[in-house]
């Protein structure tokens, strides 16, 4: 049998040794501090567990991307080919720009931060616009390199081997060896008869064989399409590569480079969808923040808030160098 | 339904071999003798644990229930470090030996030797392809005894699995890849009777239907086999394919495609002559909108109803009936002209045919072809 | 919480005002911030999805009666459907939340003497997680259903024409952030609310299942998130990541979806062990033996869990070497979970047996975990795996480890703590009864599937040949025993809300602080200070004629009586 033990298990404890009644020296506290939830014995015992518990939420942040990396570790590592050259298809400057915008948001992310700390409302306040504004930059950057390439159908899937601006519609899917898929259709009036999707589910073709036949130099658009895709027309692009559907008429391109594109959304896509979401975080601490909740009492909001946008940042200077820097 | 006499009547019309256990099945490869010294031995150590466990549970239970009235006894020991040591040492040695015997047993189920007699095998949705070096192909399984036989497989559509359970040996089928297993077997089976061969990989509707038989025959019997299987069809007058030979083609076709009406993942073969030749029945349409007779005939895209059926057989997706998903595979490669005259055959003279596809008139004895 | 007045006594009474009438409701109860309402909800949850998704197992046992077609209407398909939702539902509704966020989120503060868990809104955010993801698979149902096995392998689970597909993927993304945000919560509160006086090895074992368990909550599931993620993209868009066609790699699929799975059900034992340890300490009135590596091997097992999901994969082309490594390292996390079983019944040893009914479901937790453990074994060994990879075998393996440890686990515990959580006492006899009703009837069920597999039967089978029709036979009779035995477990505790006898705070006369407060616990948990001692030790326990439960007798309790205090341990 031991003996008890009662010192408290936790530092920077203000109150006094009575315990008599915990209703009596809690209250008091709990009367100080209005933000100080009842389970919580002090503010700093509270700010204490808010950190532990953002903290962790970062580490399965990781592990959520940390399945994409280890999809694009794969991948790259089947098709090396694909992604030093489909790399080349980003825009370096740009994505350069972004990585630029995100880490100064970083920066007033943690002046914001001090100034929470030390009483300085107007800093805090400017520090978040400007935080703010730097995430509305990330995204209308990613804004113009997405409709870019969306508009040269450089995309994920079958969609990356149709030409682009085919209006008339004549290359259908069919011409392809796999028919792509869009969307599904549901088929409410008989439900027994599951569900008939649009998608096909085995190929025309035997989708078994090994997969590195290209029916054409650039993968696995047919004669047709790049055929068709040399007559149509122009539009403004990068003036390095000069035609639209370029990357079904450069006989360079490996086949499978659709596999590069299909990575790409995914990763950069999940982390706007993270960098919206830490814009909703952002906008909702200005309001907290003009509204005067913050000081040096508590700022607990502004610190976890500011340490998910710094893993949104940090994810991004691992996707930058892995999609557009190394070739 | 009455359950005890199906099952009375199951178990008796069983297997006809001996040497089944109450845990498995006989020994019918040679590398089910080890798995199955691995299994025994695992079993017997689980056995003496387990009994252990059981009767030391009983036994303290009943020596050390609370006595009524008396306050508990506090001189239960709260650790005892070589005890402790000793139950966590010896298991783990127990099941590193384990480890290192099914380790090394396992080596010689991944290891073909040089020498083995090579099968390709598909599997798709809903069964399986077993072609011969020599071109022969078949829908179960068949195998000389007494040599090394390797299956080399691969799946059209999703994944499935290759499992014998009386050789002992399973592999899963990937589509875009292809993986093998081996085995031998030295016990002829008898006639009429085959080893199961089950799908082991769930694949959809059809996984519990896609049973095939293994029939193992003593070489010159499975070379004569083999001769046979590679010319069956080729043997066979023309104008006896679809009552020969369509049959056994349609086998492959009666998961998806029903004799009597009944609609199923595909379309059902009943009338389908009729209504691709613009007999009675009425026009067909396809999901695209078209009908059938707007695409078949002189100078559009299928000459001959032949020509549709055949262009069916070997690129399904082009036109799909409409109320059906384009689900069938691809038979290309599996079928070849001749067979697929025989499945249009087939087609042409359902009234002959029962719905199950049994030929209902006499068929004549064959000449000198032999087929199972 | 820091010094405590030892002089003041523990004020246990029941009292007209505890946690269910403290506020009234419905509004009271959807926006609580009372772990102890939280708990109850998800329990209420999980329980019906639990039926839920045993009458879809009844189902599928009922379909196997005779090969081939048994109920009117049941084809195939609709077959593959029962057997895919009585797995998910099982799965994700069910054993994955049932300890940790019913029983944990109600327990754990109380035991830690704390006022609520660390984050009181995640968690009844956690709760609405589970309620959307719940309903999102359920109107997979209705938009066509799934029937790709819970475990949704590609391609068939990309291609498959069935319309709930994507429903019911994003209804389990749901469900797995649910899990996240209840592990984050609870090890928070387990590093941040642990009174004065409670270091780690202070705690009761059930918090350091617990904690283990909300390691495994936070750093498996994301995995399972962007798994789900990227099917959901891939059966929409096509990306091809798993498609061979597309350049993508089927098998890459079952990597990354076991990387979650198989510490899952290391989420769904370690808390059912955390109770066990709870139930044969506190009903055998004995402390636990082995205290430090049972708290050691949670932690051991946690993280050794990260590192075998390829023994689900032996058959699937897997490389020889992958295959080795994941064989060896399968065993060696045999070791700690069978020490435990010796631990546990080292703690029988000299102890005072009562076999009521939290007793009894641990003694059966004991034999049928041994069973499932044992049987690990043959499957863990690579050769004989392969004759049983996908056979009913191991059906029979996970459903002993799953069903007949984790669930025999969590009902022990919903009886050990009904007392506590509802204030009644149910009927003892009825739920011996009901305990041994379902052991026999889950021994029945499950042991015959082992022969099943073993003799050659594979898993997901509508159809089957004649000859495993007998075994069949036998495994349904036991499914509907075992049913009996539940729906007389549910009716007896459902009565015990009308009228059973009033419970003490602490009926079994257990030592852990949650016995220190009202049974049902007031609003706040603790009318006083509760002492924190070891809360293994029963010297001081004695039974109380007036308050028909137990007490701490003062005068043997050495925090009070300092005479006593000088003893050591042994």
Redo the contacts between chains.
């Keep these: 049998?031991?003996?008890?033990?009662?010192?408290?298990?936790?530092a920077g404890?203000a109150?006094g040794?009575?315990?008599?009644?915990?209703g009596a020296h809690g209250s008091a506290e709990h009367a100080k501090y209005p933000f100080l939830?009842?389970?919580f014995?002090t503010p700093h015992?509270q700010f204490?567990?808010a950190k532990?518990?953002m903290w962790?939420?970062l580490?399965?942040?990781v592990?959520?991307?940390?399945?994409?990396f280890?999809?694009y570790a794969?991948?790259r590592n089947?098709?090396p080919e694909v992604f030093s050259y489909s790399s080349h298809y980003l825009d370096t400057i740009m994505g350069g720009i972004n990585t630029c915008v995100l880490i100064l948001s970083s920066l007033t992310m943690a002046l914001a931060v001090r100034f929470a700390q030390t009483n300085r409302k107007t800093g805090l306040i400017i520090c978040l616009i400007l935080t703010f504004m730097g995430a509305i930059g990330f995204m209308v950057i990613k804004y113009f390199e997405y409709s870019h390439k969306i508009h040269d159908n450089l995309v994920?899937?079958?969609t990356f081997y149709v030409p682009p601006h085919d209006a008339a519609g004549e290359l259908e899917a069919k011409e392809l060896?796999?028919?792509?898929?869009t969307s599904?259709t549901?088929?409410p009036v008989n439900?027994a008869v599951?569900?008939?999707?649009t998608?096909?589910?085995?190929?025309?073709?035997?989708?078994?064989a090994?997969?590195q036949a290209s029916r054409a130099p650039a993968g696995m658009a047919t004669p047709t399409q790049m055929a068709k895709a040399e007559g149509l027309p122009t539009g403004e692009h990068d003036p390095s590569f000069a035609h639209p559907a370029t990357h079904l008429v450069d006989k360079k391109m490996p086949a499978?480079s659709?596999?590069f594109f299909?990575?790409y959304y995914?990763m950069t896509g999940?982390h706007g969808v993270h960098v919206l979401a830490g814009m909703v975080v952002i906008a909702w601490l200005l309001k907290r923040a003009i509204r005067g909740d913050f000081s040096s009492d508590y700022f607990t909001p502004v610190d976890v808030g500011g340490l998910y946008w710094h893993i949104v940042d940090l994810i991004w200077i691992f996707l930058f160098p892995l999609f557009y820097l190394i070739h | 339904m009455n359950i005890a006499s199906t099952i009375f009547s199951n178990l008796l019309a069983g297997d006809p071999r001996e040497g089944r256990t109450l845990w498995l099945p006989p020994q019918d490869s040679n590398l089910a003798v080890n798995s199955d010294l691995m299994f025994w031995w695992i079993n017997i150590i689980c056995y003496f644990f387990f009994i252990g466990i059981v009767i030391a549970l009983v036994i303290l239970v009943v020596k050390y229930r609370m006595k009524k009235d008396r306050p508990f006894r506090t001189d239960g020991p709260l650790h005892h470090l070589p005890l402790e040591t000793t139950w966590a040492v010896v298991p783990l040695l127990i099941v590193i030996f384990i480890f290192y015997f099914g380790f090394r047993d396992y080596l010689n189920f991944m290891t073909p030797p040089k020498n083995s007699y090579e099968i390709a095998v598909t599997a798709q949705k809903w069964g399986w392809l077993f072609k011969y070096p020599n071109g022969a192909t078949s829908d179960d399984l068949y195998v000389p005894t007494g040599r090394p036989v390797k299956l080399s497989m691969?799946?059209?559509?999703v994944l499935h699995c290759c499992y014998i359970p009386d050789f002992r040996v399973k592999k899963d089928l990937v589509?875009?890849?292809y993986s093998y297993l081996w085995f031998q077997t030295d016990d002829v089976t008898p006639e009429g009777w085959g080893h199961n061969l089950f799908c082991a990989e769930y694949c959809g509707t059809g996984h519990s239907n896609m049973n095939r038989k293994v029939y193992a025959l003593a070489q010159p019997e499975f070379d004569a086999w083999l001769t046979a299987q590679s010319q069956w069809l080729d043997k066979i007058p023309e104008e006896e394919l679809y009552f020969r030979a369509g049959p056994k083609l349609y086998a492959r076709c009666q998961q998806c495609h029903s004799l009597d009406g009944t609609k199923g993942i595909g379309p059902s073969w009943k009338g389908l002559w009729a209504r691709v030749s613009g007999g009675e029945g009425g026009d067909g349409k396809f999901v695209d909108g078209t009908g059938y007779q707007s695409q078949i005939g002189a100078g559009k895209q299928y000459q001959t109803p032949e020509d549709y059926i055949r262009s069916s057989i070997l690129?399904?997706?082009?036109h799909v009936v409409a109320g059906?998903?384009?689900?069938?595979?691809?038979f290309?490669?599996q079928l070849n002209d001749k067979g697929i005259d025989a499945v249009i055959g087939f087609m042409k003279h359902m009234d002959e045919f029962d719905t199950k596809g049994k030929y209902l008139k006499e068929v004549p004895p064959a000449p000198k072809v032999s087929m199972k | 919480?820091?010094?405590?007045?030892l002089s003041?006594p523990l004020d246990t009474a029941a009292r007209p005002d505890n946690y269910i009438t403290h506020t009234r409701g419905f509004m009271s109860w959807a926006f609580t911030l009372d772990h102890k309402r939280i708990g109850v909800m998800y329990l209420v949850s999980v329980l019906v999805s639990f039926f839920v998704g045993g009458v879809f197992a009844l189902l599928v046992r009922t379909e196997l009666l005779t090969p081939g077609q048994t109920i009117p209407g049941v084809t195939a398909?609709v077959y593959n459907h029962f057997f895919t939702l009585h797995g998910a539902i099982m799965v994700f509704l069910v054993i994955i939340p049932s300890i940790p966020a019913a029983l944990g989120n109600f327990i754990m503060?109380i035991m830690l003497g704390?006022?609520?868990?660390?984050?009181?809104r995640?968690n009844l955010f956690s709760y609405y997680l589970w309620i959307f993801g719940a309903l999102f698979t359920v109107s997979s149902l209705?938009?066509?259903?799934f029937d790709t096995g819970w475990t949704f392998y590609t391609p068939y689970s990309t291609?498959?024409?069935?319309?709930g597909v994507?429903p019911a993927l994003t209804g389990v993304f749901i469900l797995g952030f649910s899990s996240?945000f209840t592990g984050?919560?609870f090890?928070?509160t387990v590093?941040?609310?642990?009174?004065?006086?409670?270091?780690w090895f202070?705690m009761p074992l059930f918090l350091w299942a617990i904690y283990a368990t909300a390691i495994i909550q936070?750093?498996?599931?994301?995995?399972l998130?962007?798994?789900l993620?990227?099917l959901i993209?891939e059966?929409?868009?096509?990306?091809?990541?798993f498609d061979?066609?597309?350049?993508?790699?089927p098998v890459?699929y079952q990597h990354?979806f076991w990387f979650y799975s198989h510490p899952a059900v290391y989420i769904m034992i370690l808390p059912a062990m955390g109770i066990i340890s709870e139930l044969i300490s506190v009903h055998a009135h004995r402390h636990i033996f082995g205290y430090k590596f049972i708290a050691l091997s949670s932690i051991a097992i946690a993280i050794f869990s990260f590192l075998v999901w390829g023994h689900h994969m032996f058959i699937s082309g897997q490389s020889p070497l992958l295959n080795t490594l994941f064989s060896l390292i399968s065993f060696s996390v045999a070791i700690p979970s069978a020490v435990k079983v010796f631990n546990w019944m080292s703690t029988l040893y000299k102890g005072n047996i009562v076999l009521n009914t939290p007793m009894l479901y641990a003694l059966a937790f004991l034999v049928l975990f041994t069973i499932g453990g044992l049987t690990g074994i043959h499957l863990a060994t690579l050769n004989t795996d392969v004759h049983l990879h996908d056979t009913y075998f191991v059906v029979a393996h996970f459903h002993y480890v799953m069903m007949g440890s984790a669930l025999i686990g969590m009902i022990g515990g919903l009886h050990h703590w009904w007392p506590k959580i509802t204030g009644r006492m149910y009927n003892e006899n009825l739920g011996r009864i009901g305990c041994i009703t379902v052991f026999i009837g889950f021994n029945v069920t499950f042991f015959t599937q082992f022969f099943l597999g073993s003799q050659g039967m594979p898993r997901r089978y509508y159809d089957y040949q004649p000859e495993y029709q007998i075994y069949h036979v036998i495994s349904t009779i036991g499914s509907y025993i075992m049913a009996s035995g539940f729906l007389l477990t549910a009716y007896y505790l459902l009565a015990s809300l009308f009228g059973g006898r009033l419970a003490p705070a602490n009926p079994w006369g257990g030592r852990s602080l949650e016995w220190q407060c009202a049974s049902p616990p007031p609003f706040?948990n603790f009318s006083t200070?509760p002492?924190?001692?070891?809360c293994y030790?029963f010297?001081a326990i004695r039974w109380d004629e007036k308050e028909q439960g137990y007490v701490v007798d003062r005068a043997l309790d050495?925090?009070l009586n300092p005479n006593?205090?000088a003893?050591?341990?042994h």
């Design positions: 049998m031991t003996t008890l033990q009662s010192q408290p298990n936790h404890d109150h040794a009575d315990g008599a009644h915990d939830q009842h389970h014995d015992h204490d567990s532990l518990g962790l939420f580490a399965t942040e592990l959520f991307f940390g399945g994409l280890v999809a794969v991948l089947r098709f994920w899937g079958t060896s796999v028919a792509p898929t599904i549901l088929n439900p599951f569900a008939v999707p998608l096909a589910p085995t190929p025309a073709v035997d989708a078994s090994i997969k499978n659709h596999v299909a990575i995914a999940l | 691969r799946s059209s559509d589509p875009g890849r690129n399904p997706g082009e059906y998903a384009n689900a069938m595979p691809s290309k490669g | 919480m820091t010094t405590i007045n003041q398909d503060p704390a006022k609520d868990v660390a984050f009181p995640l209705l938009l066509g259903g291609t498959t024409p069935a319309g994507i996240i984050l919560n090890i928070v590093h941040k609310l642990r009174p004065p006086g409670m270091t202070r936070v750093l498996a599931t994301p995995v998130g962007i798994t993620l990227l993209v059966r929409a868009f096509n990306i091809g990541i061979p066609s597309m350049g993508g790699d890459l990354f706040d200070q002492r924190v001692g070891d030790d010297s050495p925090t006593l205090a003893k050591n341990s």
